[in-house]
């Protein structure tokens, strides 16, 4: 009886102002909000909305709204052959990432005291440089005949002839998995650091070999975080601009090459923006795509309802 | 006409308002910055050597020198719809040509500018009123002694067997590249309206591709590649950091490109901008600059080539003779075509 009162009351006027100073709800999250409104949607929106006008010398044209542009870059098969360049270049980089990152992440969950400082520490030292300086460090450990690498296998006689890895895909690989690492290592190490080890005791307990243990408790439990890694590594490695313009070489592009090249060389402004919306929209169905998948995986830890 | 309090009350509010903007109105005329795009690194220390000069004899004036690729800031007055922020700025011949059709630069003020009169005609009439030649560079080749036993003399020479593999090329959205291109296209019999037979000679080279004029001499030193076209001042660059990197100008000759300083539209001070080009075409600062390690090559009549510059710049007359010139208002109207054909074929 007393619900049906209350809900007849008209609603009060200060309670607005209550969950505010209260705090509850979105609204601490406003100033968050408005800044990324601000300073990250609205110049998107522009830019993207720039893939469907006229511009002349810097300007819309009146009245040119056009879907030119974009069927010109979807019917275009240069860009779609960067596009899955692209695209297997950042599934390969994490994928490897992955494989790198587990074990280091298993083993700091293991660790205790000043060792699992002194590891955190070189996970995390990387990120005190940029990734300008790591690309760079990549080109003087790869780079021609005068390479680090190069001079030291030409020197202990393995090969006679230099290697040439600088200015193709793989050194696009080896540096964007290099510096993507602690990109991986984060999630990971946050879940399998604060994993339940009762299940891997049970499960000892019960008969089960390590191996088995792992396999069958460990990696199903630090699932969030593979899946976390996952998308955090795929995202900044599909629309990486930096690594492929410094380790690819001038013959190499990916999507994220040919924004710029149309953007800041070419000045076709409609057409860059035209790449920058494939771009953004194929990593958003992506990371749609692995975060789907990964709660289809990680759905026995939910409790059912 | 009767004041009422409320107008009393106004002019009175305004002319206190006037009296404490005034020192700043002041101010601001006596302290003044002129925003210069300049070049990178070592190149820009001519400039710092007339900022340095300029702001000693006016009274206030900062000089800010800002080194960029004149594209990024094509890019950037392009975004900012007219409102530049640089006043003055220095542009290779296919910029400078886009810069007028697009309106970012504007024509030149003969008079405010005297020493624009002493500029060789011939140079001179390549800016088409718009700005001053200032220097001039050269694509020539350079390649690393290290590896290349016979020294190439020519354009041709790029393409002997055993280099196959060992040529870089720089990517033709560039001026450097356009130019390369361009010398390429007449070794084989093409011109700037037949650029076809350059890109056969392209598919024939099989050029390792180089993204900036300063990723060529960095894989020039790597021994990644044995030889490259380049720009004169780069390769001497280079070379005074005591790498074996030597420069040559190949036959039938070394394609020429003017740097052409203009007064970009909207600037606050065209007074200023006059006088940094006018200073530009004095015979100091042109024998400055052209002299080591900068080797920009003087388009003021009268100024000597130094000695040291024999191997980056002509000295002789027989030597100036043989310098290619483009014509570079047919390649402009093509540029994006030829981009977007190189990216088809090399990514």
């Known amino acids: 009886m007393s619900d049906v009162t209350l809900d007849a009351l008209p609603p009060r006027r200060f309670s607005w102002r209550r969950r505010i100073l209260e705090g509850g709800g979105l609204w601490p999250a406003v100033p968050a909000l408005v800044y990324l409104a601000v300073f990250l ?3 998107i929106v522009t830019l993207l909305g720039f893939g469907f006008v006229t511009l002349d010398r810097g300007q819309v044209a009146d009245g040119s709204f056009t879907l030119e542009h974009m069927t010109g870059v979807l019917t275009d098969p240069l860009v779609w052959r960067l596009t899955w360049r692209s695209f297997w270049v950042a599934v390969v980089a994490t994928t490897l990432t992955l494989f790198l990152a587990y074990p280091v992440a298993y083993a700091f969950s293991h660790l205790q005291g000043i060792w699992r400082t002194l590891l955190l ?4 030292s990387p990120l005190l440089t940029s990734a300008l300086v790591r690309a760079y460090a990549w080109i003087v450990i790869l780079g021609g005949r005068r390479g680090l690498l190069n001079q030291t296998l030409l020197s202990t006689g393995i090969i006679d002839q230099p290697l040439q890895i600088l200015n193709t895909s793989m050194a696009v690989l080896i540096g964007m998995t290099q510096i993507h690492l602690p990109f991986m290592i984060l999630p990971l190490l946050a879940v399998l650091a604060e994993r339940d080890r009762r299940f891997e005791e049970a499960s000892l307990n019960l ?10 408790v460990v990696v199903p439990m630090s699932l969030p975080g593979i899946v976390a890694g996952f998308a955090l590594v795929f995202a900044v490695s599909y629309t990486n601009f930096i690594i492929p313009q410094l380790l690819g070489g001038g013959n190499y592009s990916t999507l994220a090459v040919q924004v710029y090249e149309q953007t800041i060389v070419v000045l076709d402004w409609s057409r860059g923006a035209a ?16 975060t789907a998948v990964g709660a289809h995986l990680t759905r026995w830890s939910e409790v059912p309802k | ?16 308002a006037a009296s404490f903007a005034m020192p700043g109105l002041v101010r601001a005329q006596s302290s003044r910055e002129l925003i210069v795009v300049s070049f990178a690194g070592q190149l820009q220390e001519p400039h710092r050597w007339l900022a340095d000069q300029m702001e000693a004899e006016i009274p206030g004036l900062t000089v800010r020198l800002v080194p960029s690729e004149s594209q990024d800031i094509v890019a950037q007055i392009k975004a900012a719809q007219g409102f530049s922020p640089y006043d003055v700025m220095p542009n290779g011949e296919p910029p400078h040509l886009i810069a007028q059709t697009e309106g970012y630069i504007v024509p030149l003020d003969a008079a405010a500018v005297p020493n624009a009169a002493n500029v060789e005609p011939t140079f001179m009439a390549l800016a088409n009123g718009f700005g001053v030649p200032t220097s001039y560079s050269l694509i020539g080749i350079a390649y690393n002694e290290a590896l290349v ?12 067997p055993e280099l196959r593999g060992m040529v870089g090329f720089p990517r033709a959205s560039s001026n450097l590249g356009l130019g390369a291109l361009v010398a390429l296209a007449r070794t084989r019999g093409g011109s700037e309206s037949d650029l076809e037979p350059g890109w056969a000679a392209l598919e024939e080279l099989q050029p390792v591709i180089g993204r900036s004029p300063s990723q060529l001499i960095q894989m020039l030193e790597r021994e990644e590649i044995a030889m490259a076209p380049i720009w004169n001042n780069d390769a001497a660059g280079a070379a005074g ?25 909207g600037t606050q001070h065209p007074d200023l901008v006059h006088d940094w080009m006018n200073r530009l075409l004095s015979p100091e600062y042109q024998a400055r600059a052209a002299d080591a390690p900068y080797f920009f090559g003087p388009t003021v009549t009268g100024v000597p080539v130094p000695d040291a510059a024999a191997e980056y710049t002509p000295t002789t007359p027989e030597a100036l003779a043989r310098l290619q010139t483009v014509d570079w208002s047919v390649i402009a109207p093509q540029r994006g075509e030829i981009v977007d054909r190189f990216d088809r074929t090399y990514s």
């Open chain 1, 41 to 43: 949607v609205a110049p």
């Open chain 2, 1 to 16: 006409m009767t004041l009422s309090r409320r107008h009393f009350l106004g002019t009175g509010a305004a002319l206190g």
């Open chain 1, 207 to 216: 008969g089960a070999g390590q191996v088995a243990t792992f396999f069958k």
């Open chain 2, 149 to 160: 036993e016979t020294p190439p003399t020519s354009w041709e020479d790029m393409f002997a």
């Open chain 2, 241 to 265: 950091k005591g790498l074996p990197i030597r420069f040559i100008m190949p036959d039938p000759g070394p394609i020429v490109v003017l740097s052409m300083t203009s007064q970009i539209e």
């Open chain 1, 275 to 290: 790449l920058a919306t494939l771009l953004l929209g194929s990593c958003f169905l992506m990371i749609l795509l692995i």
């Open chain 1, 121 to 124: 520490v070189a996970i995390i």
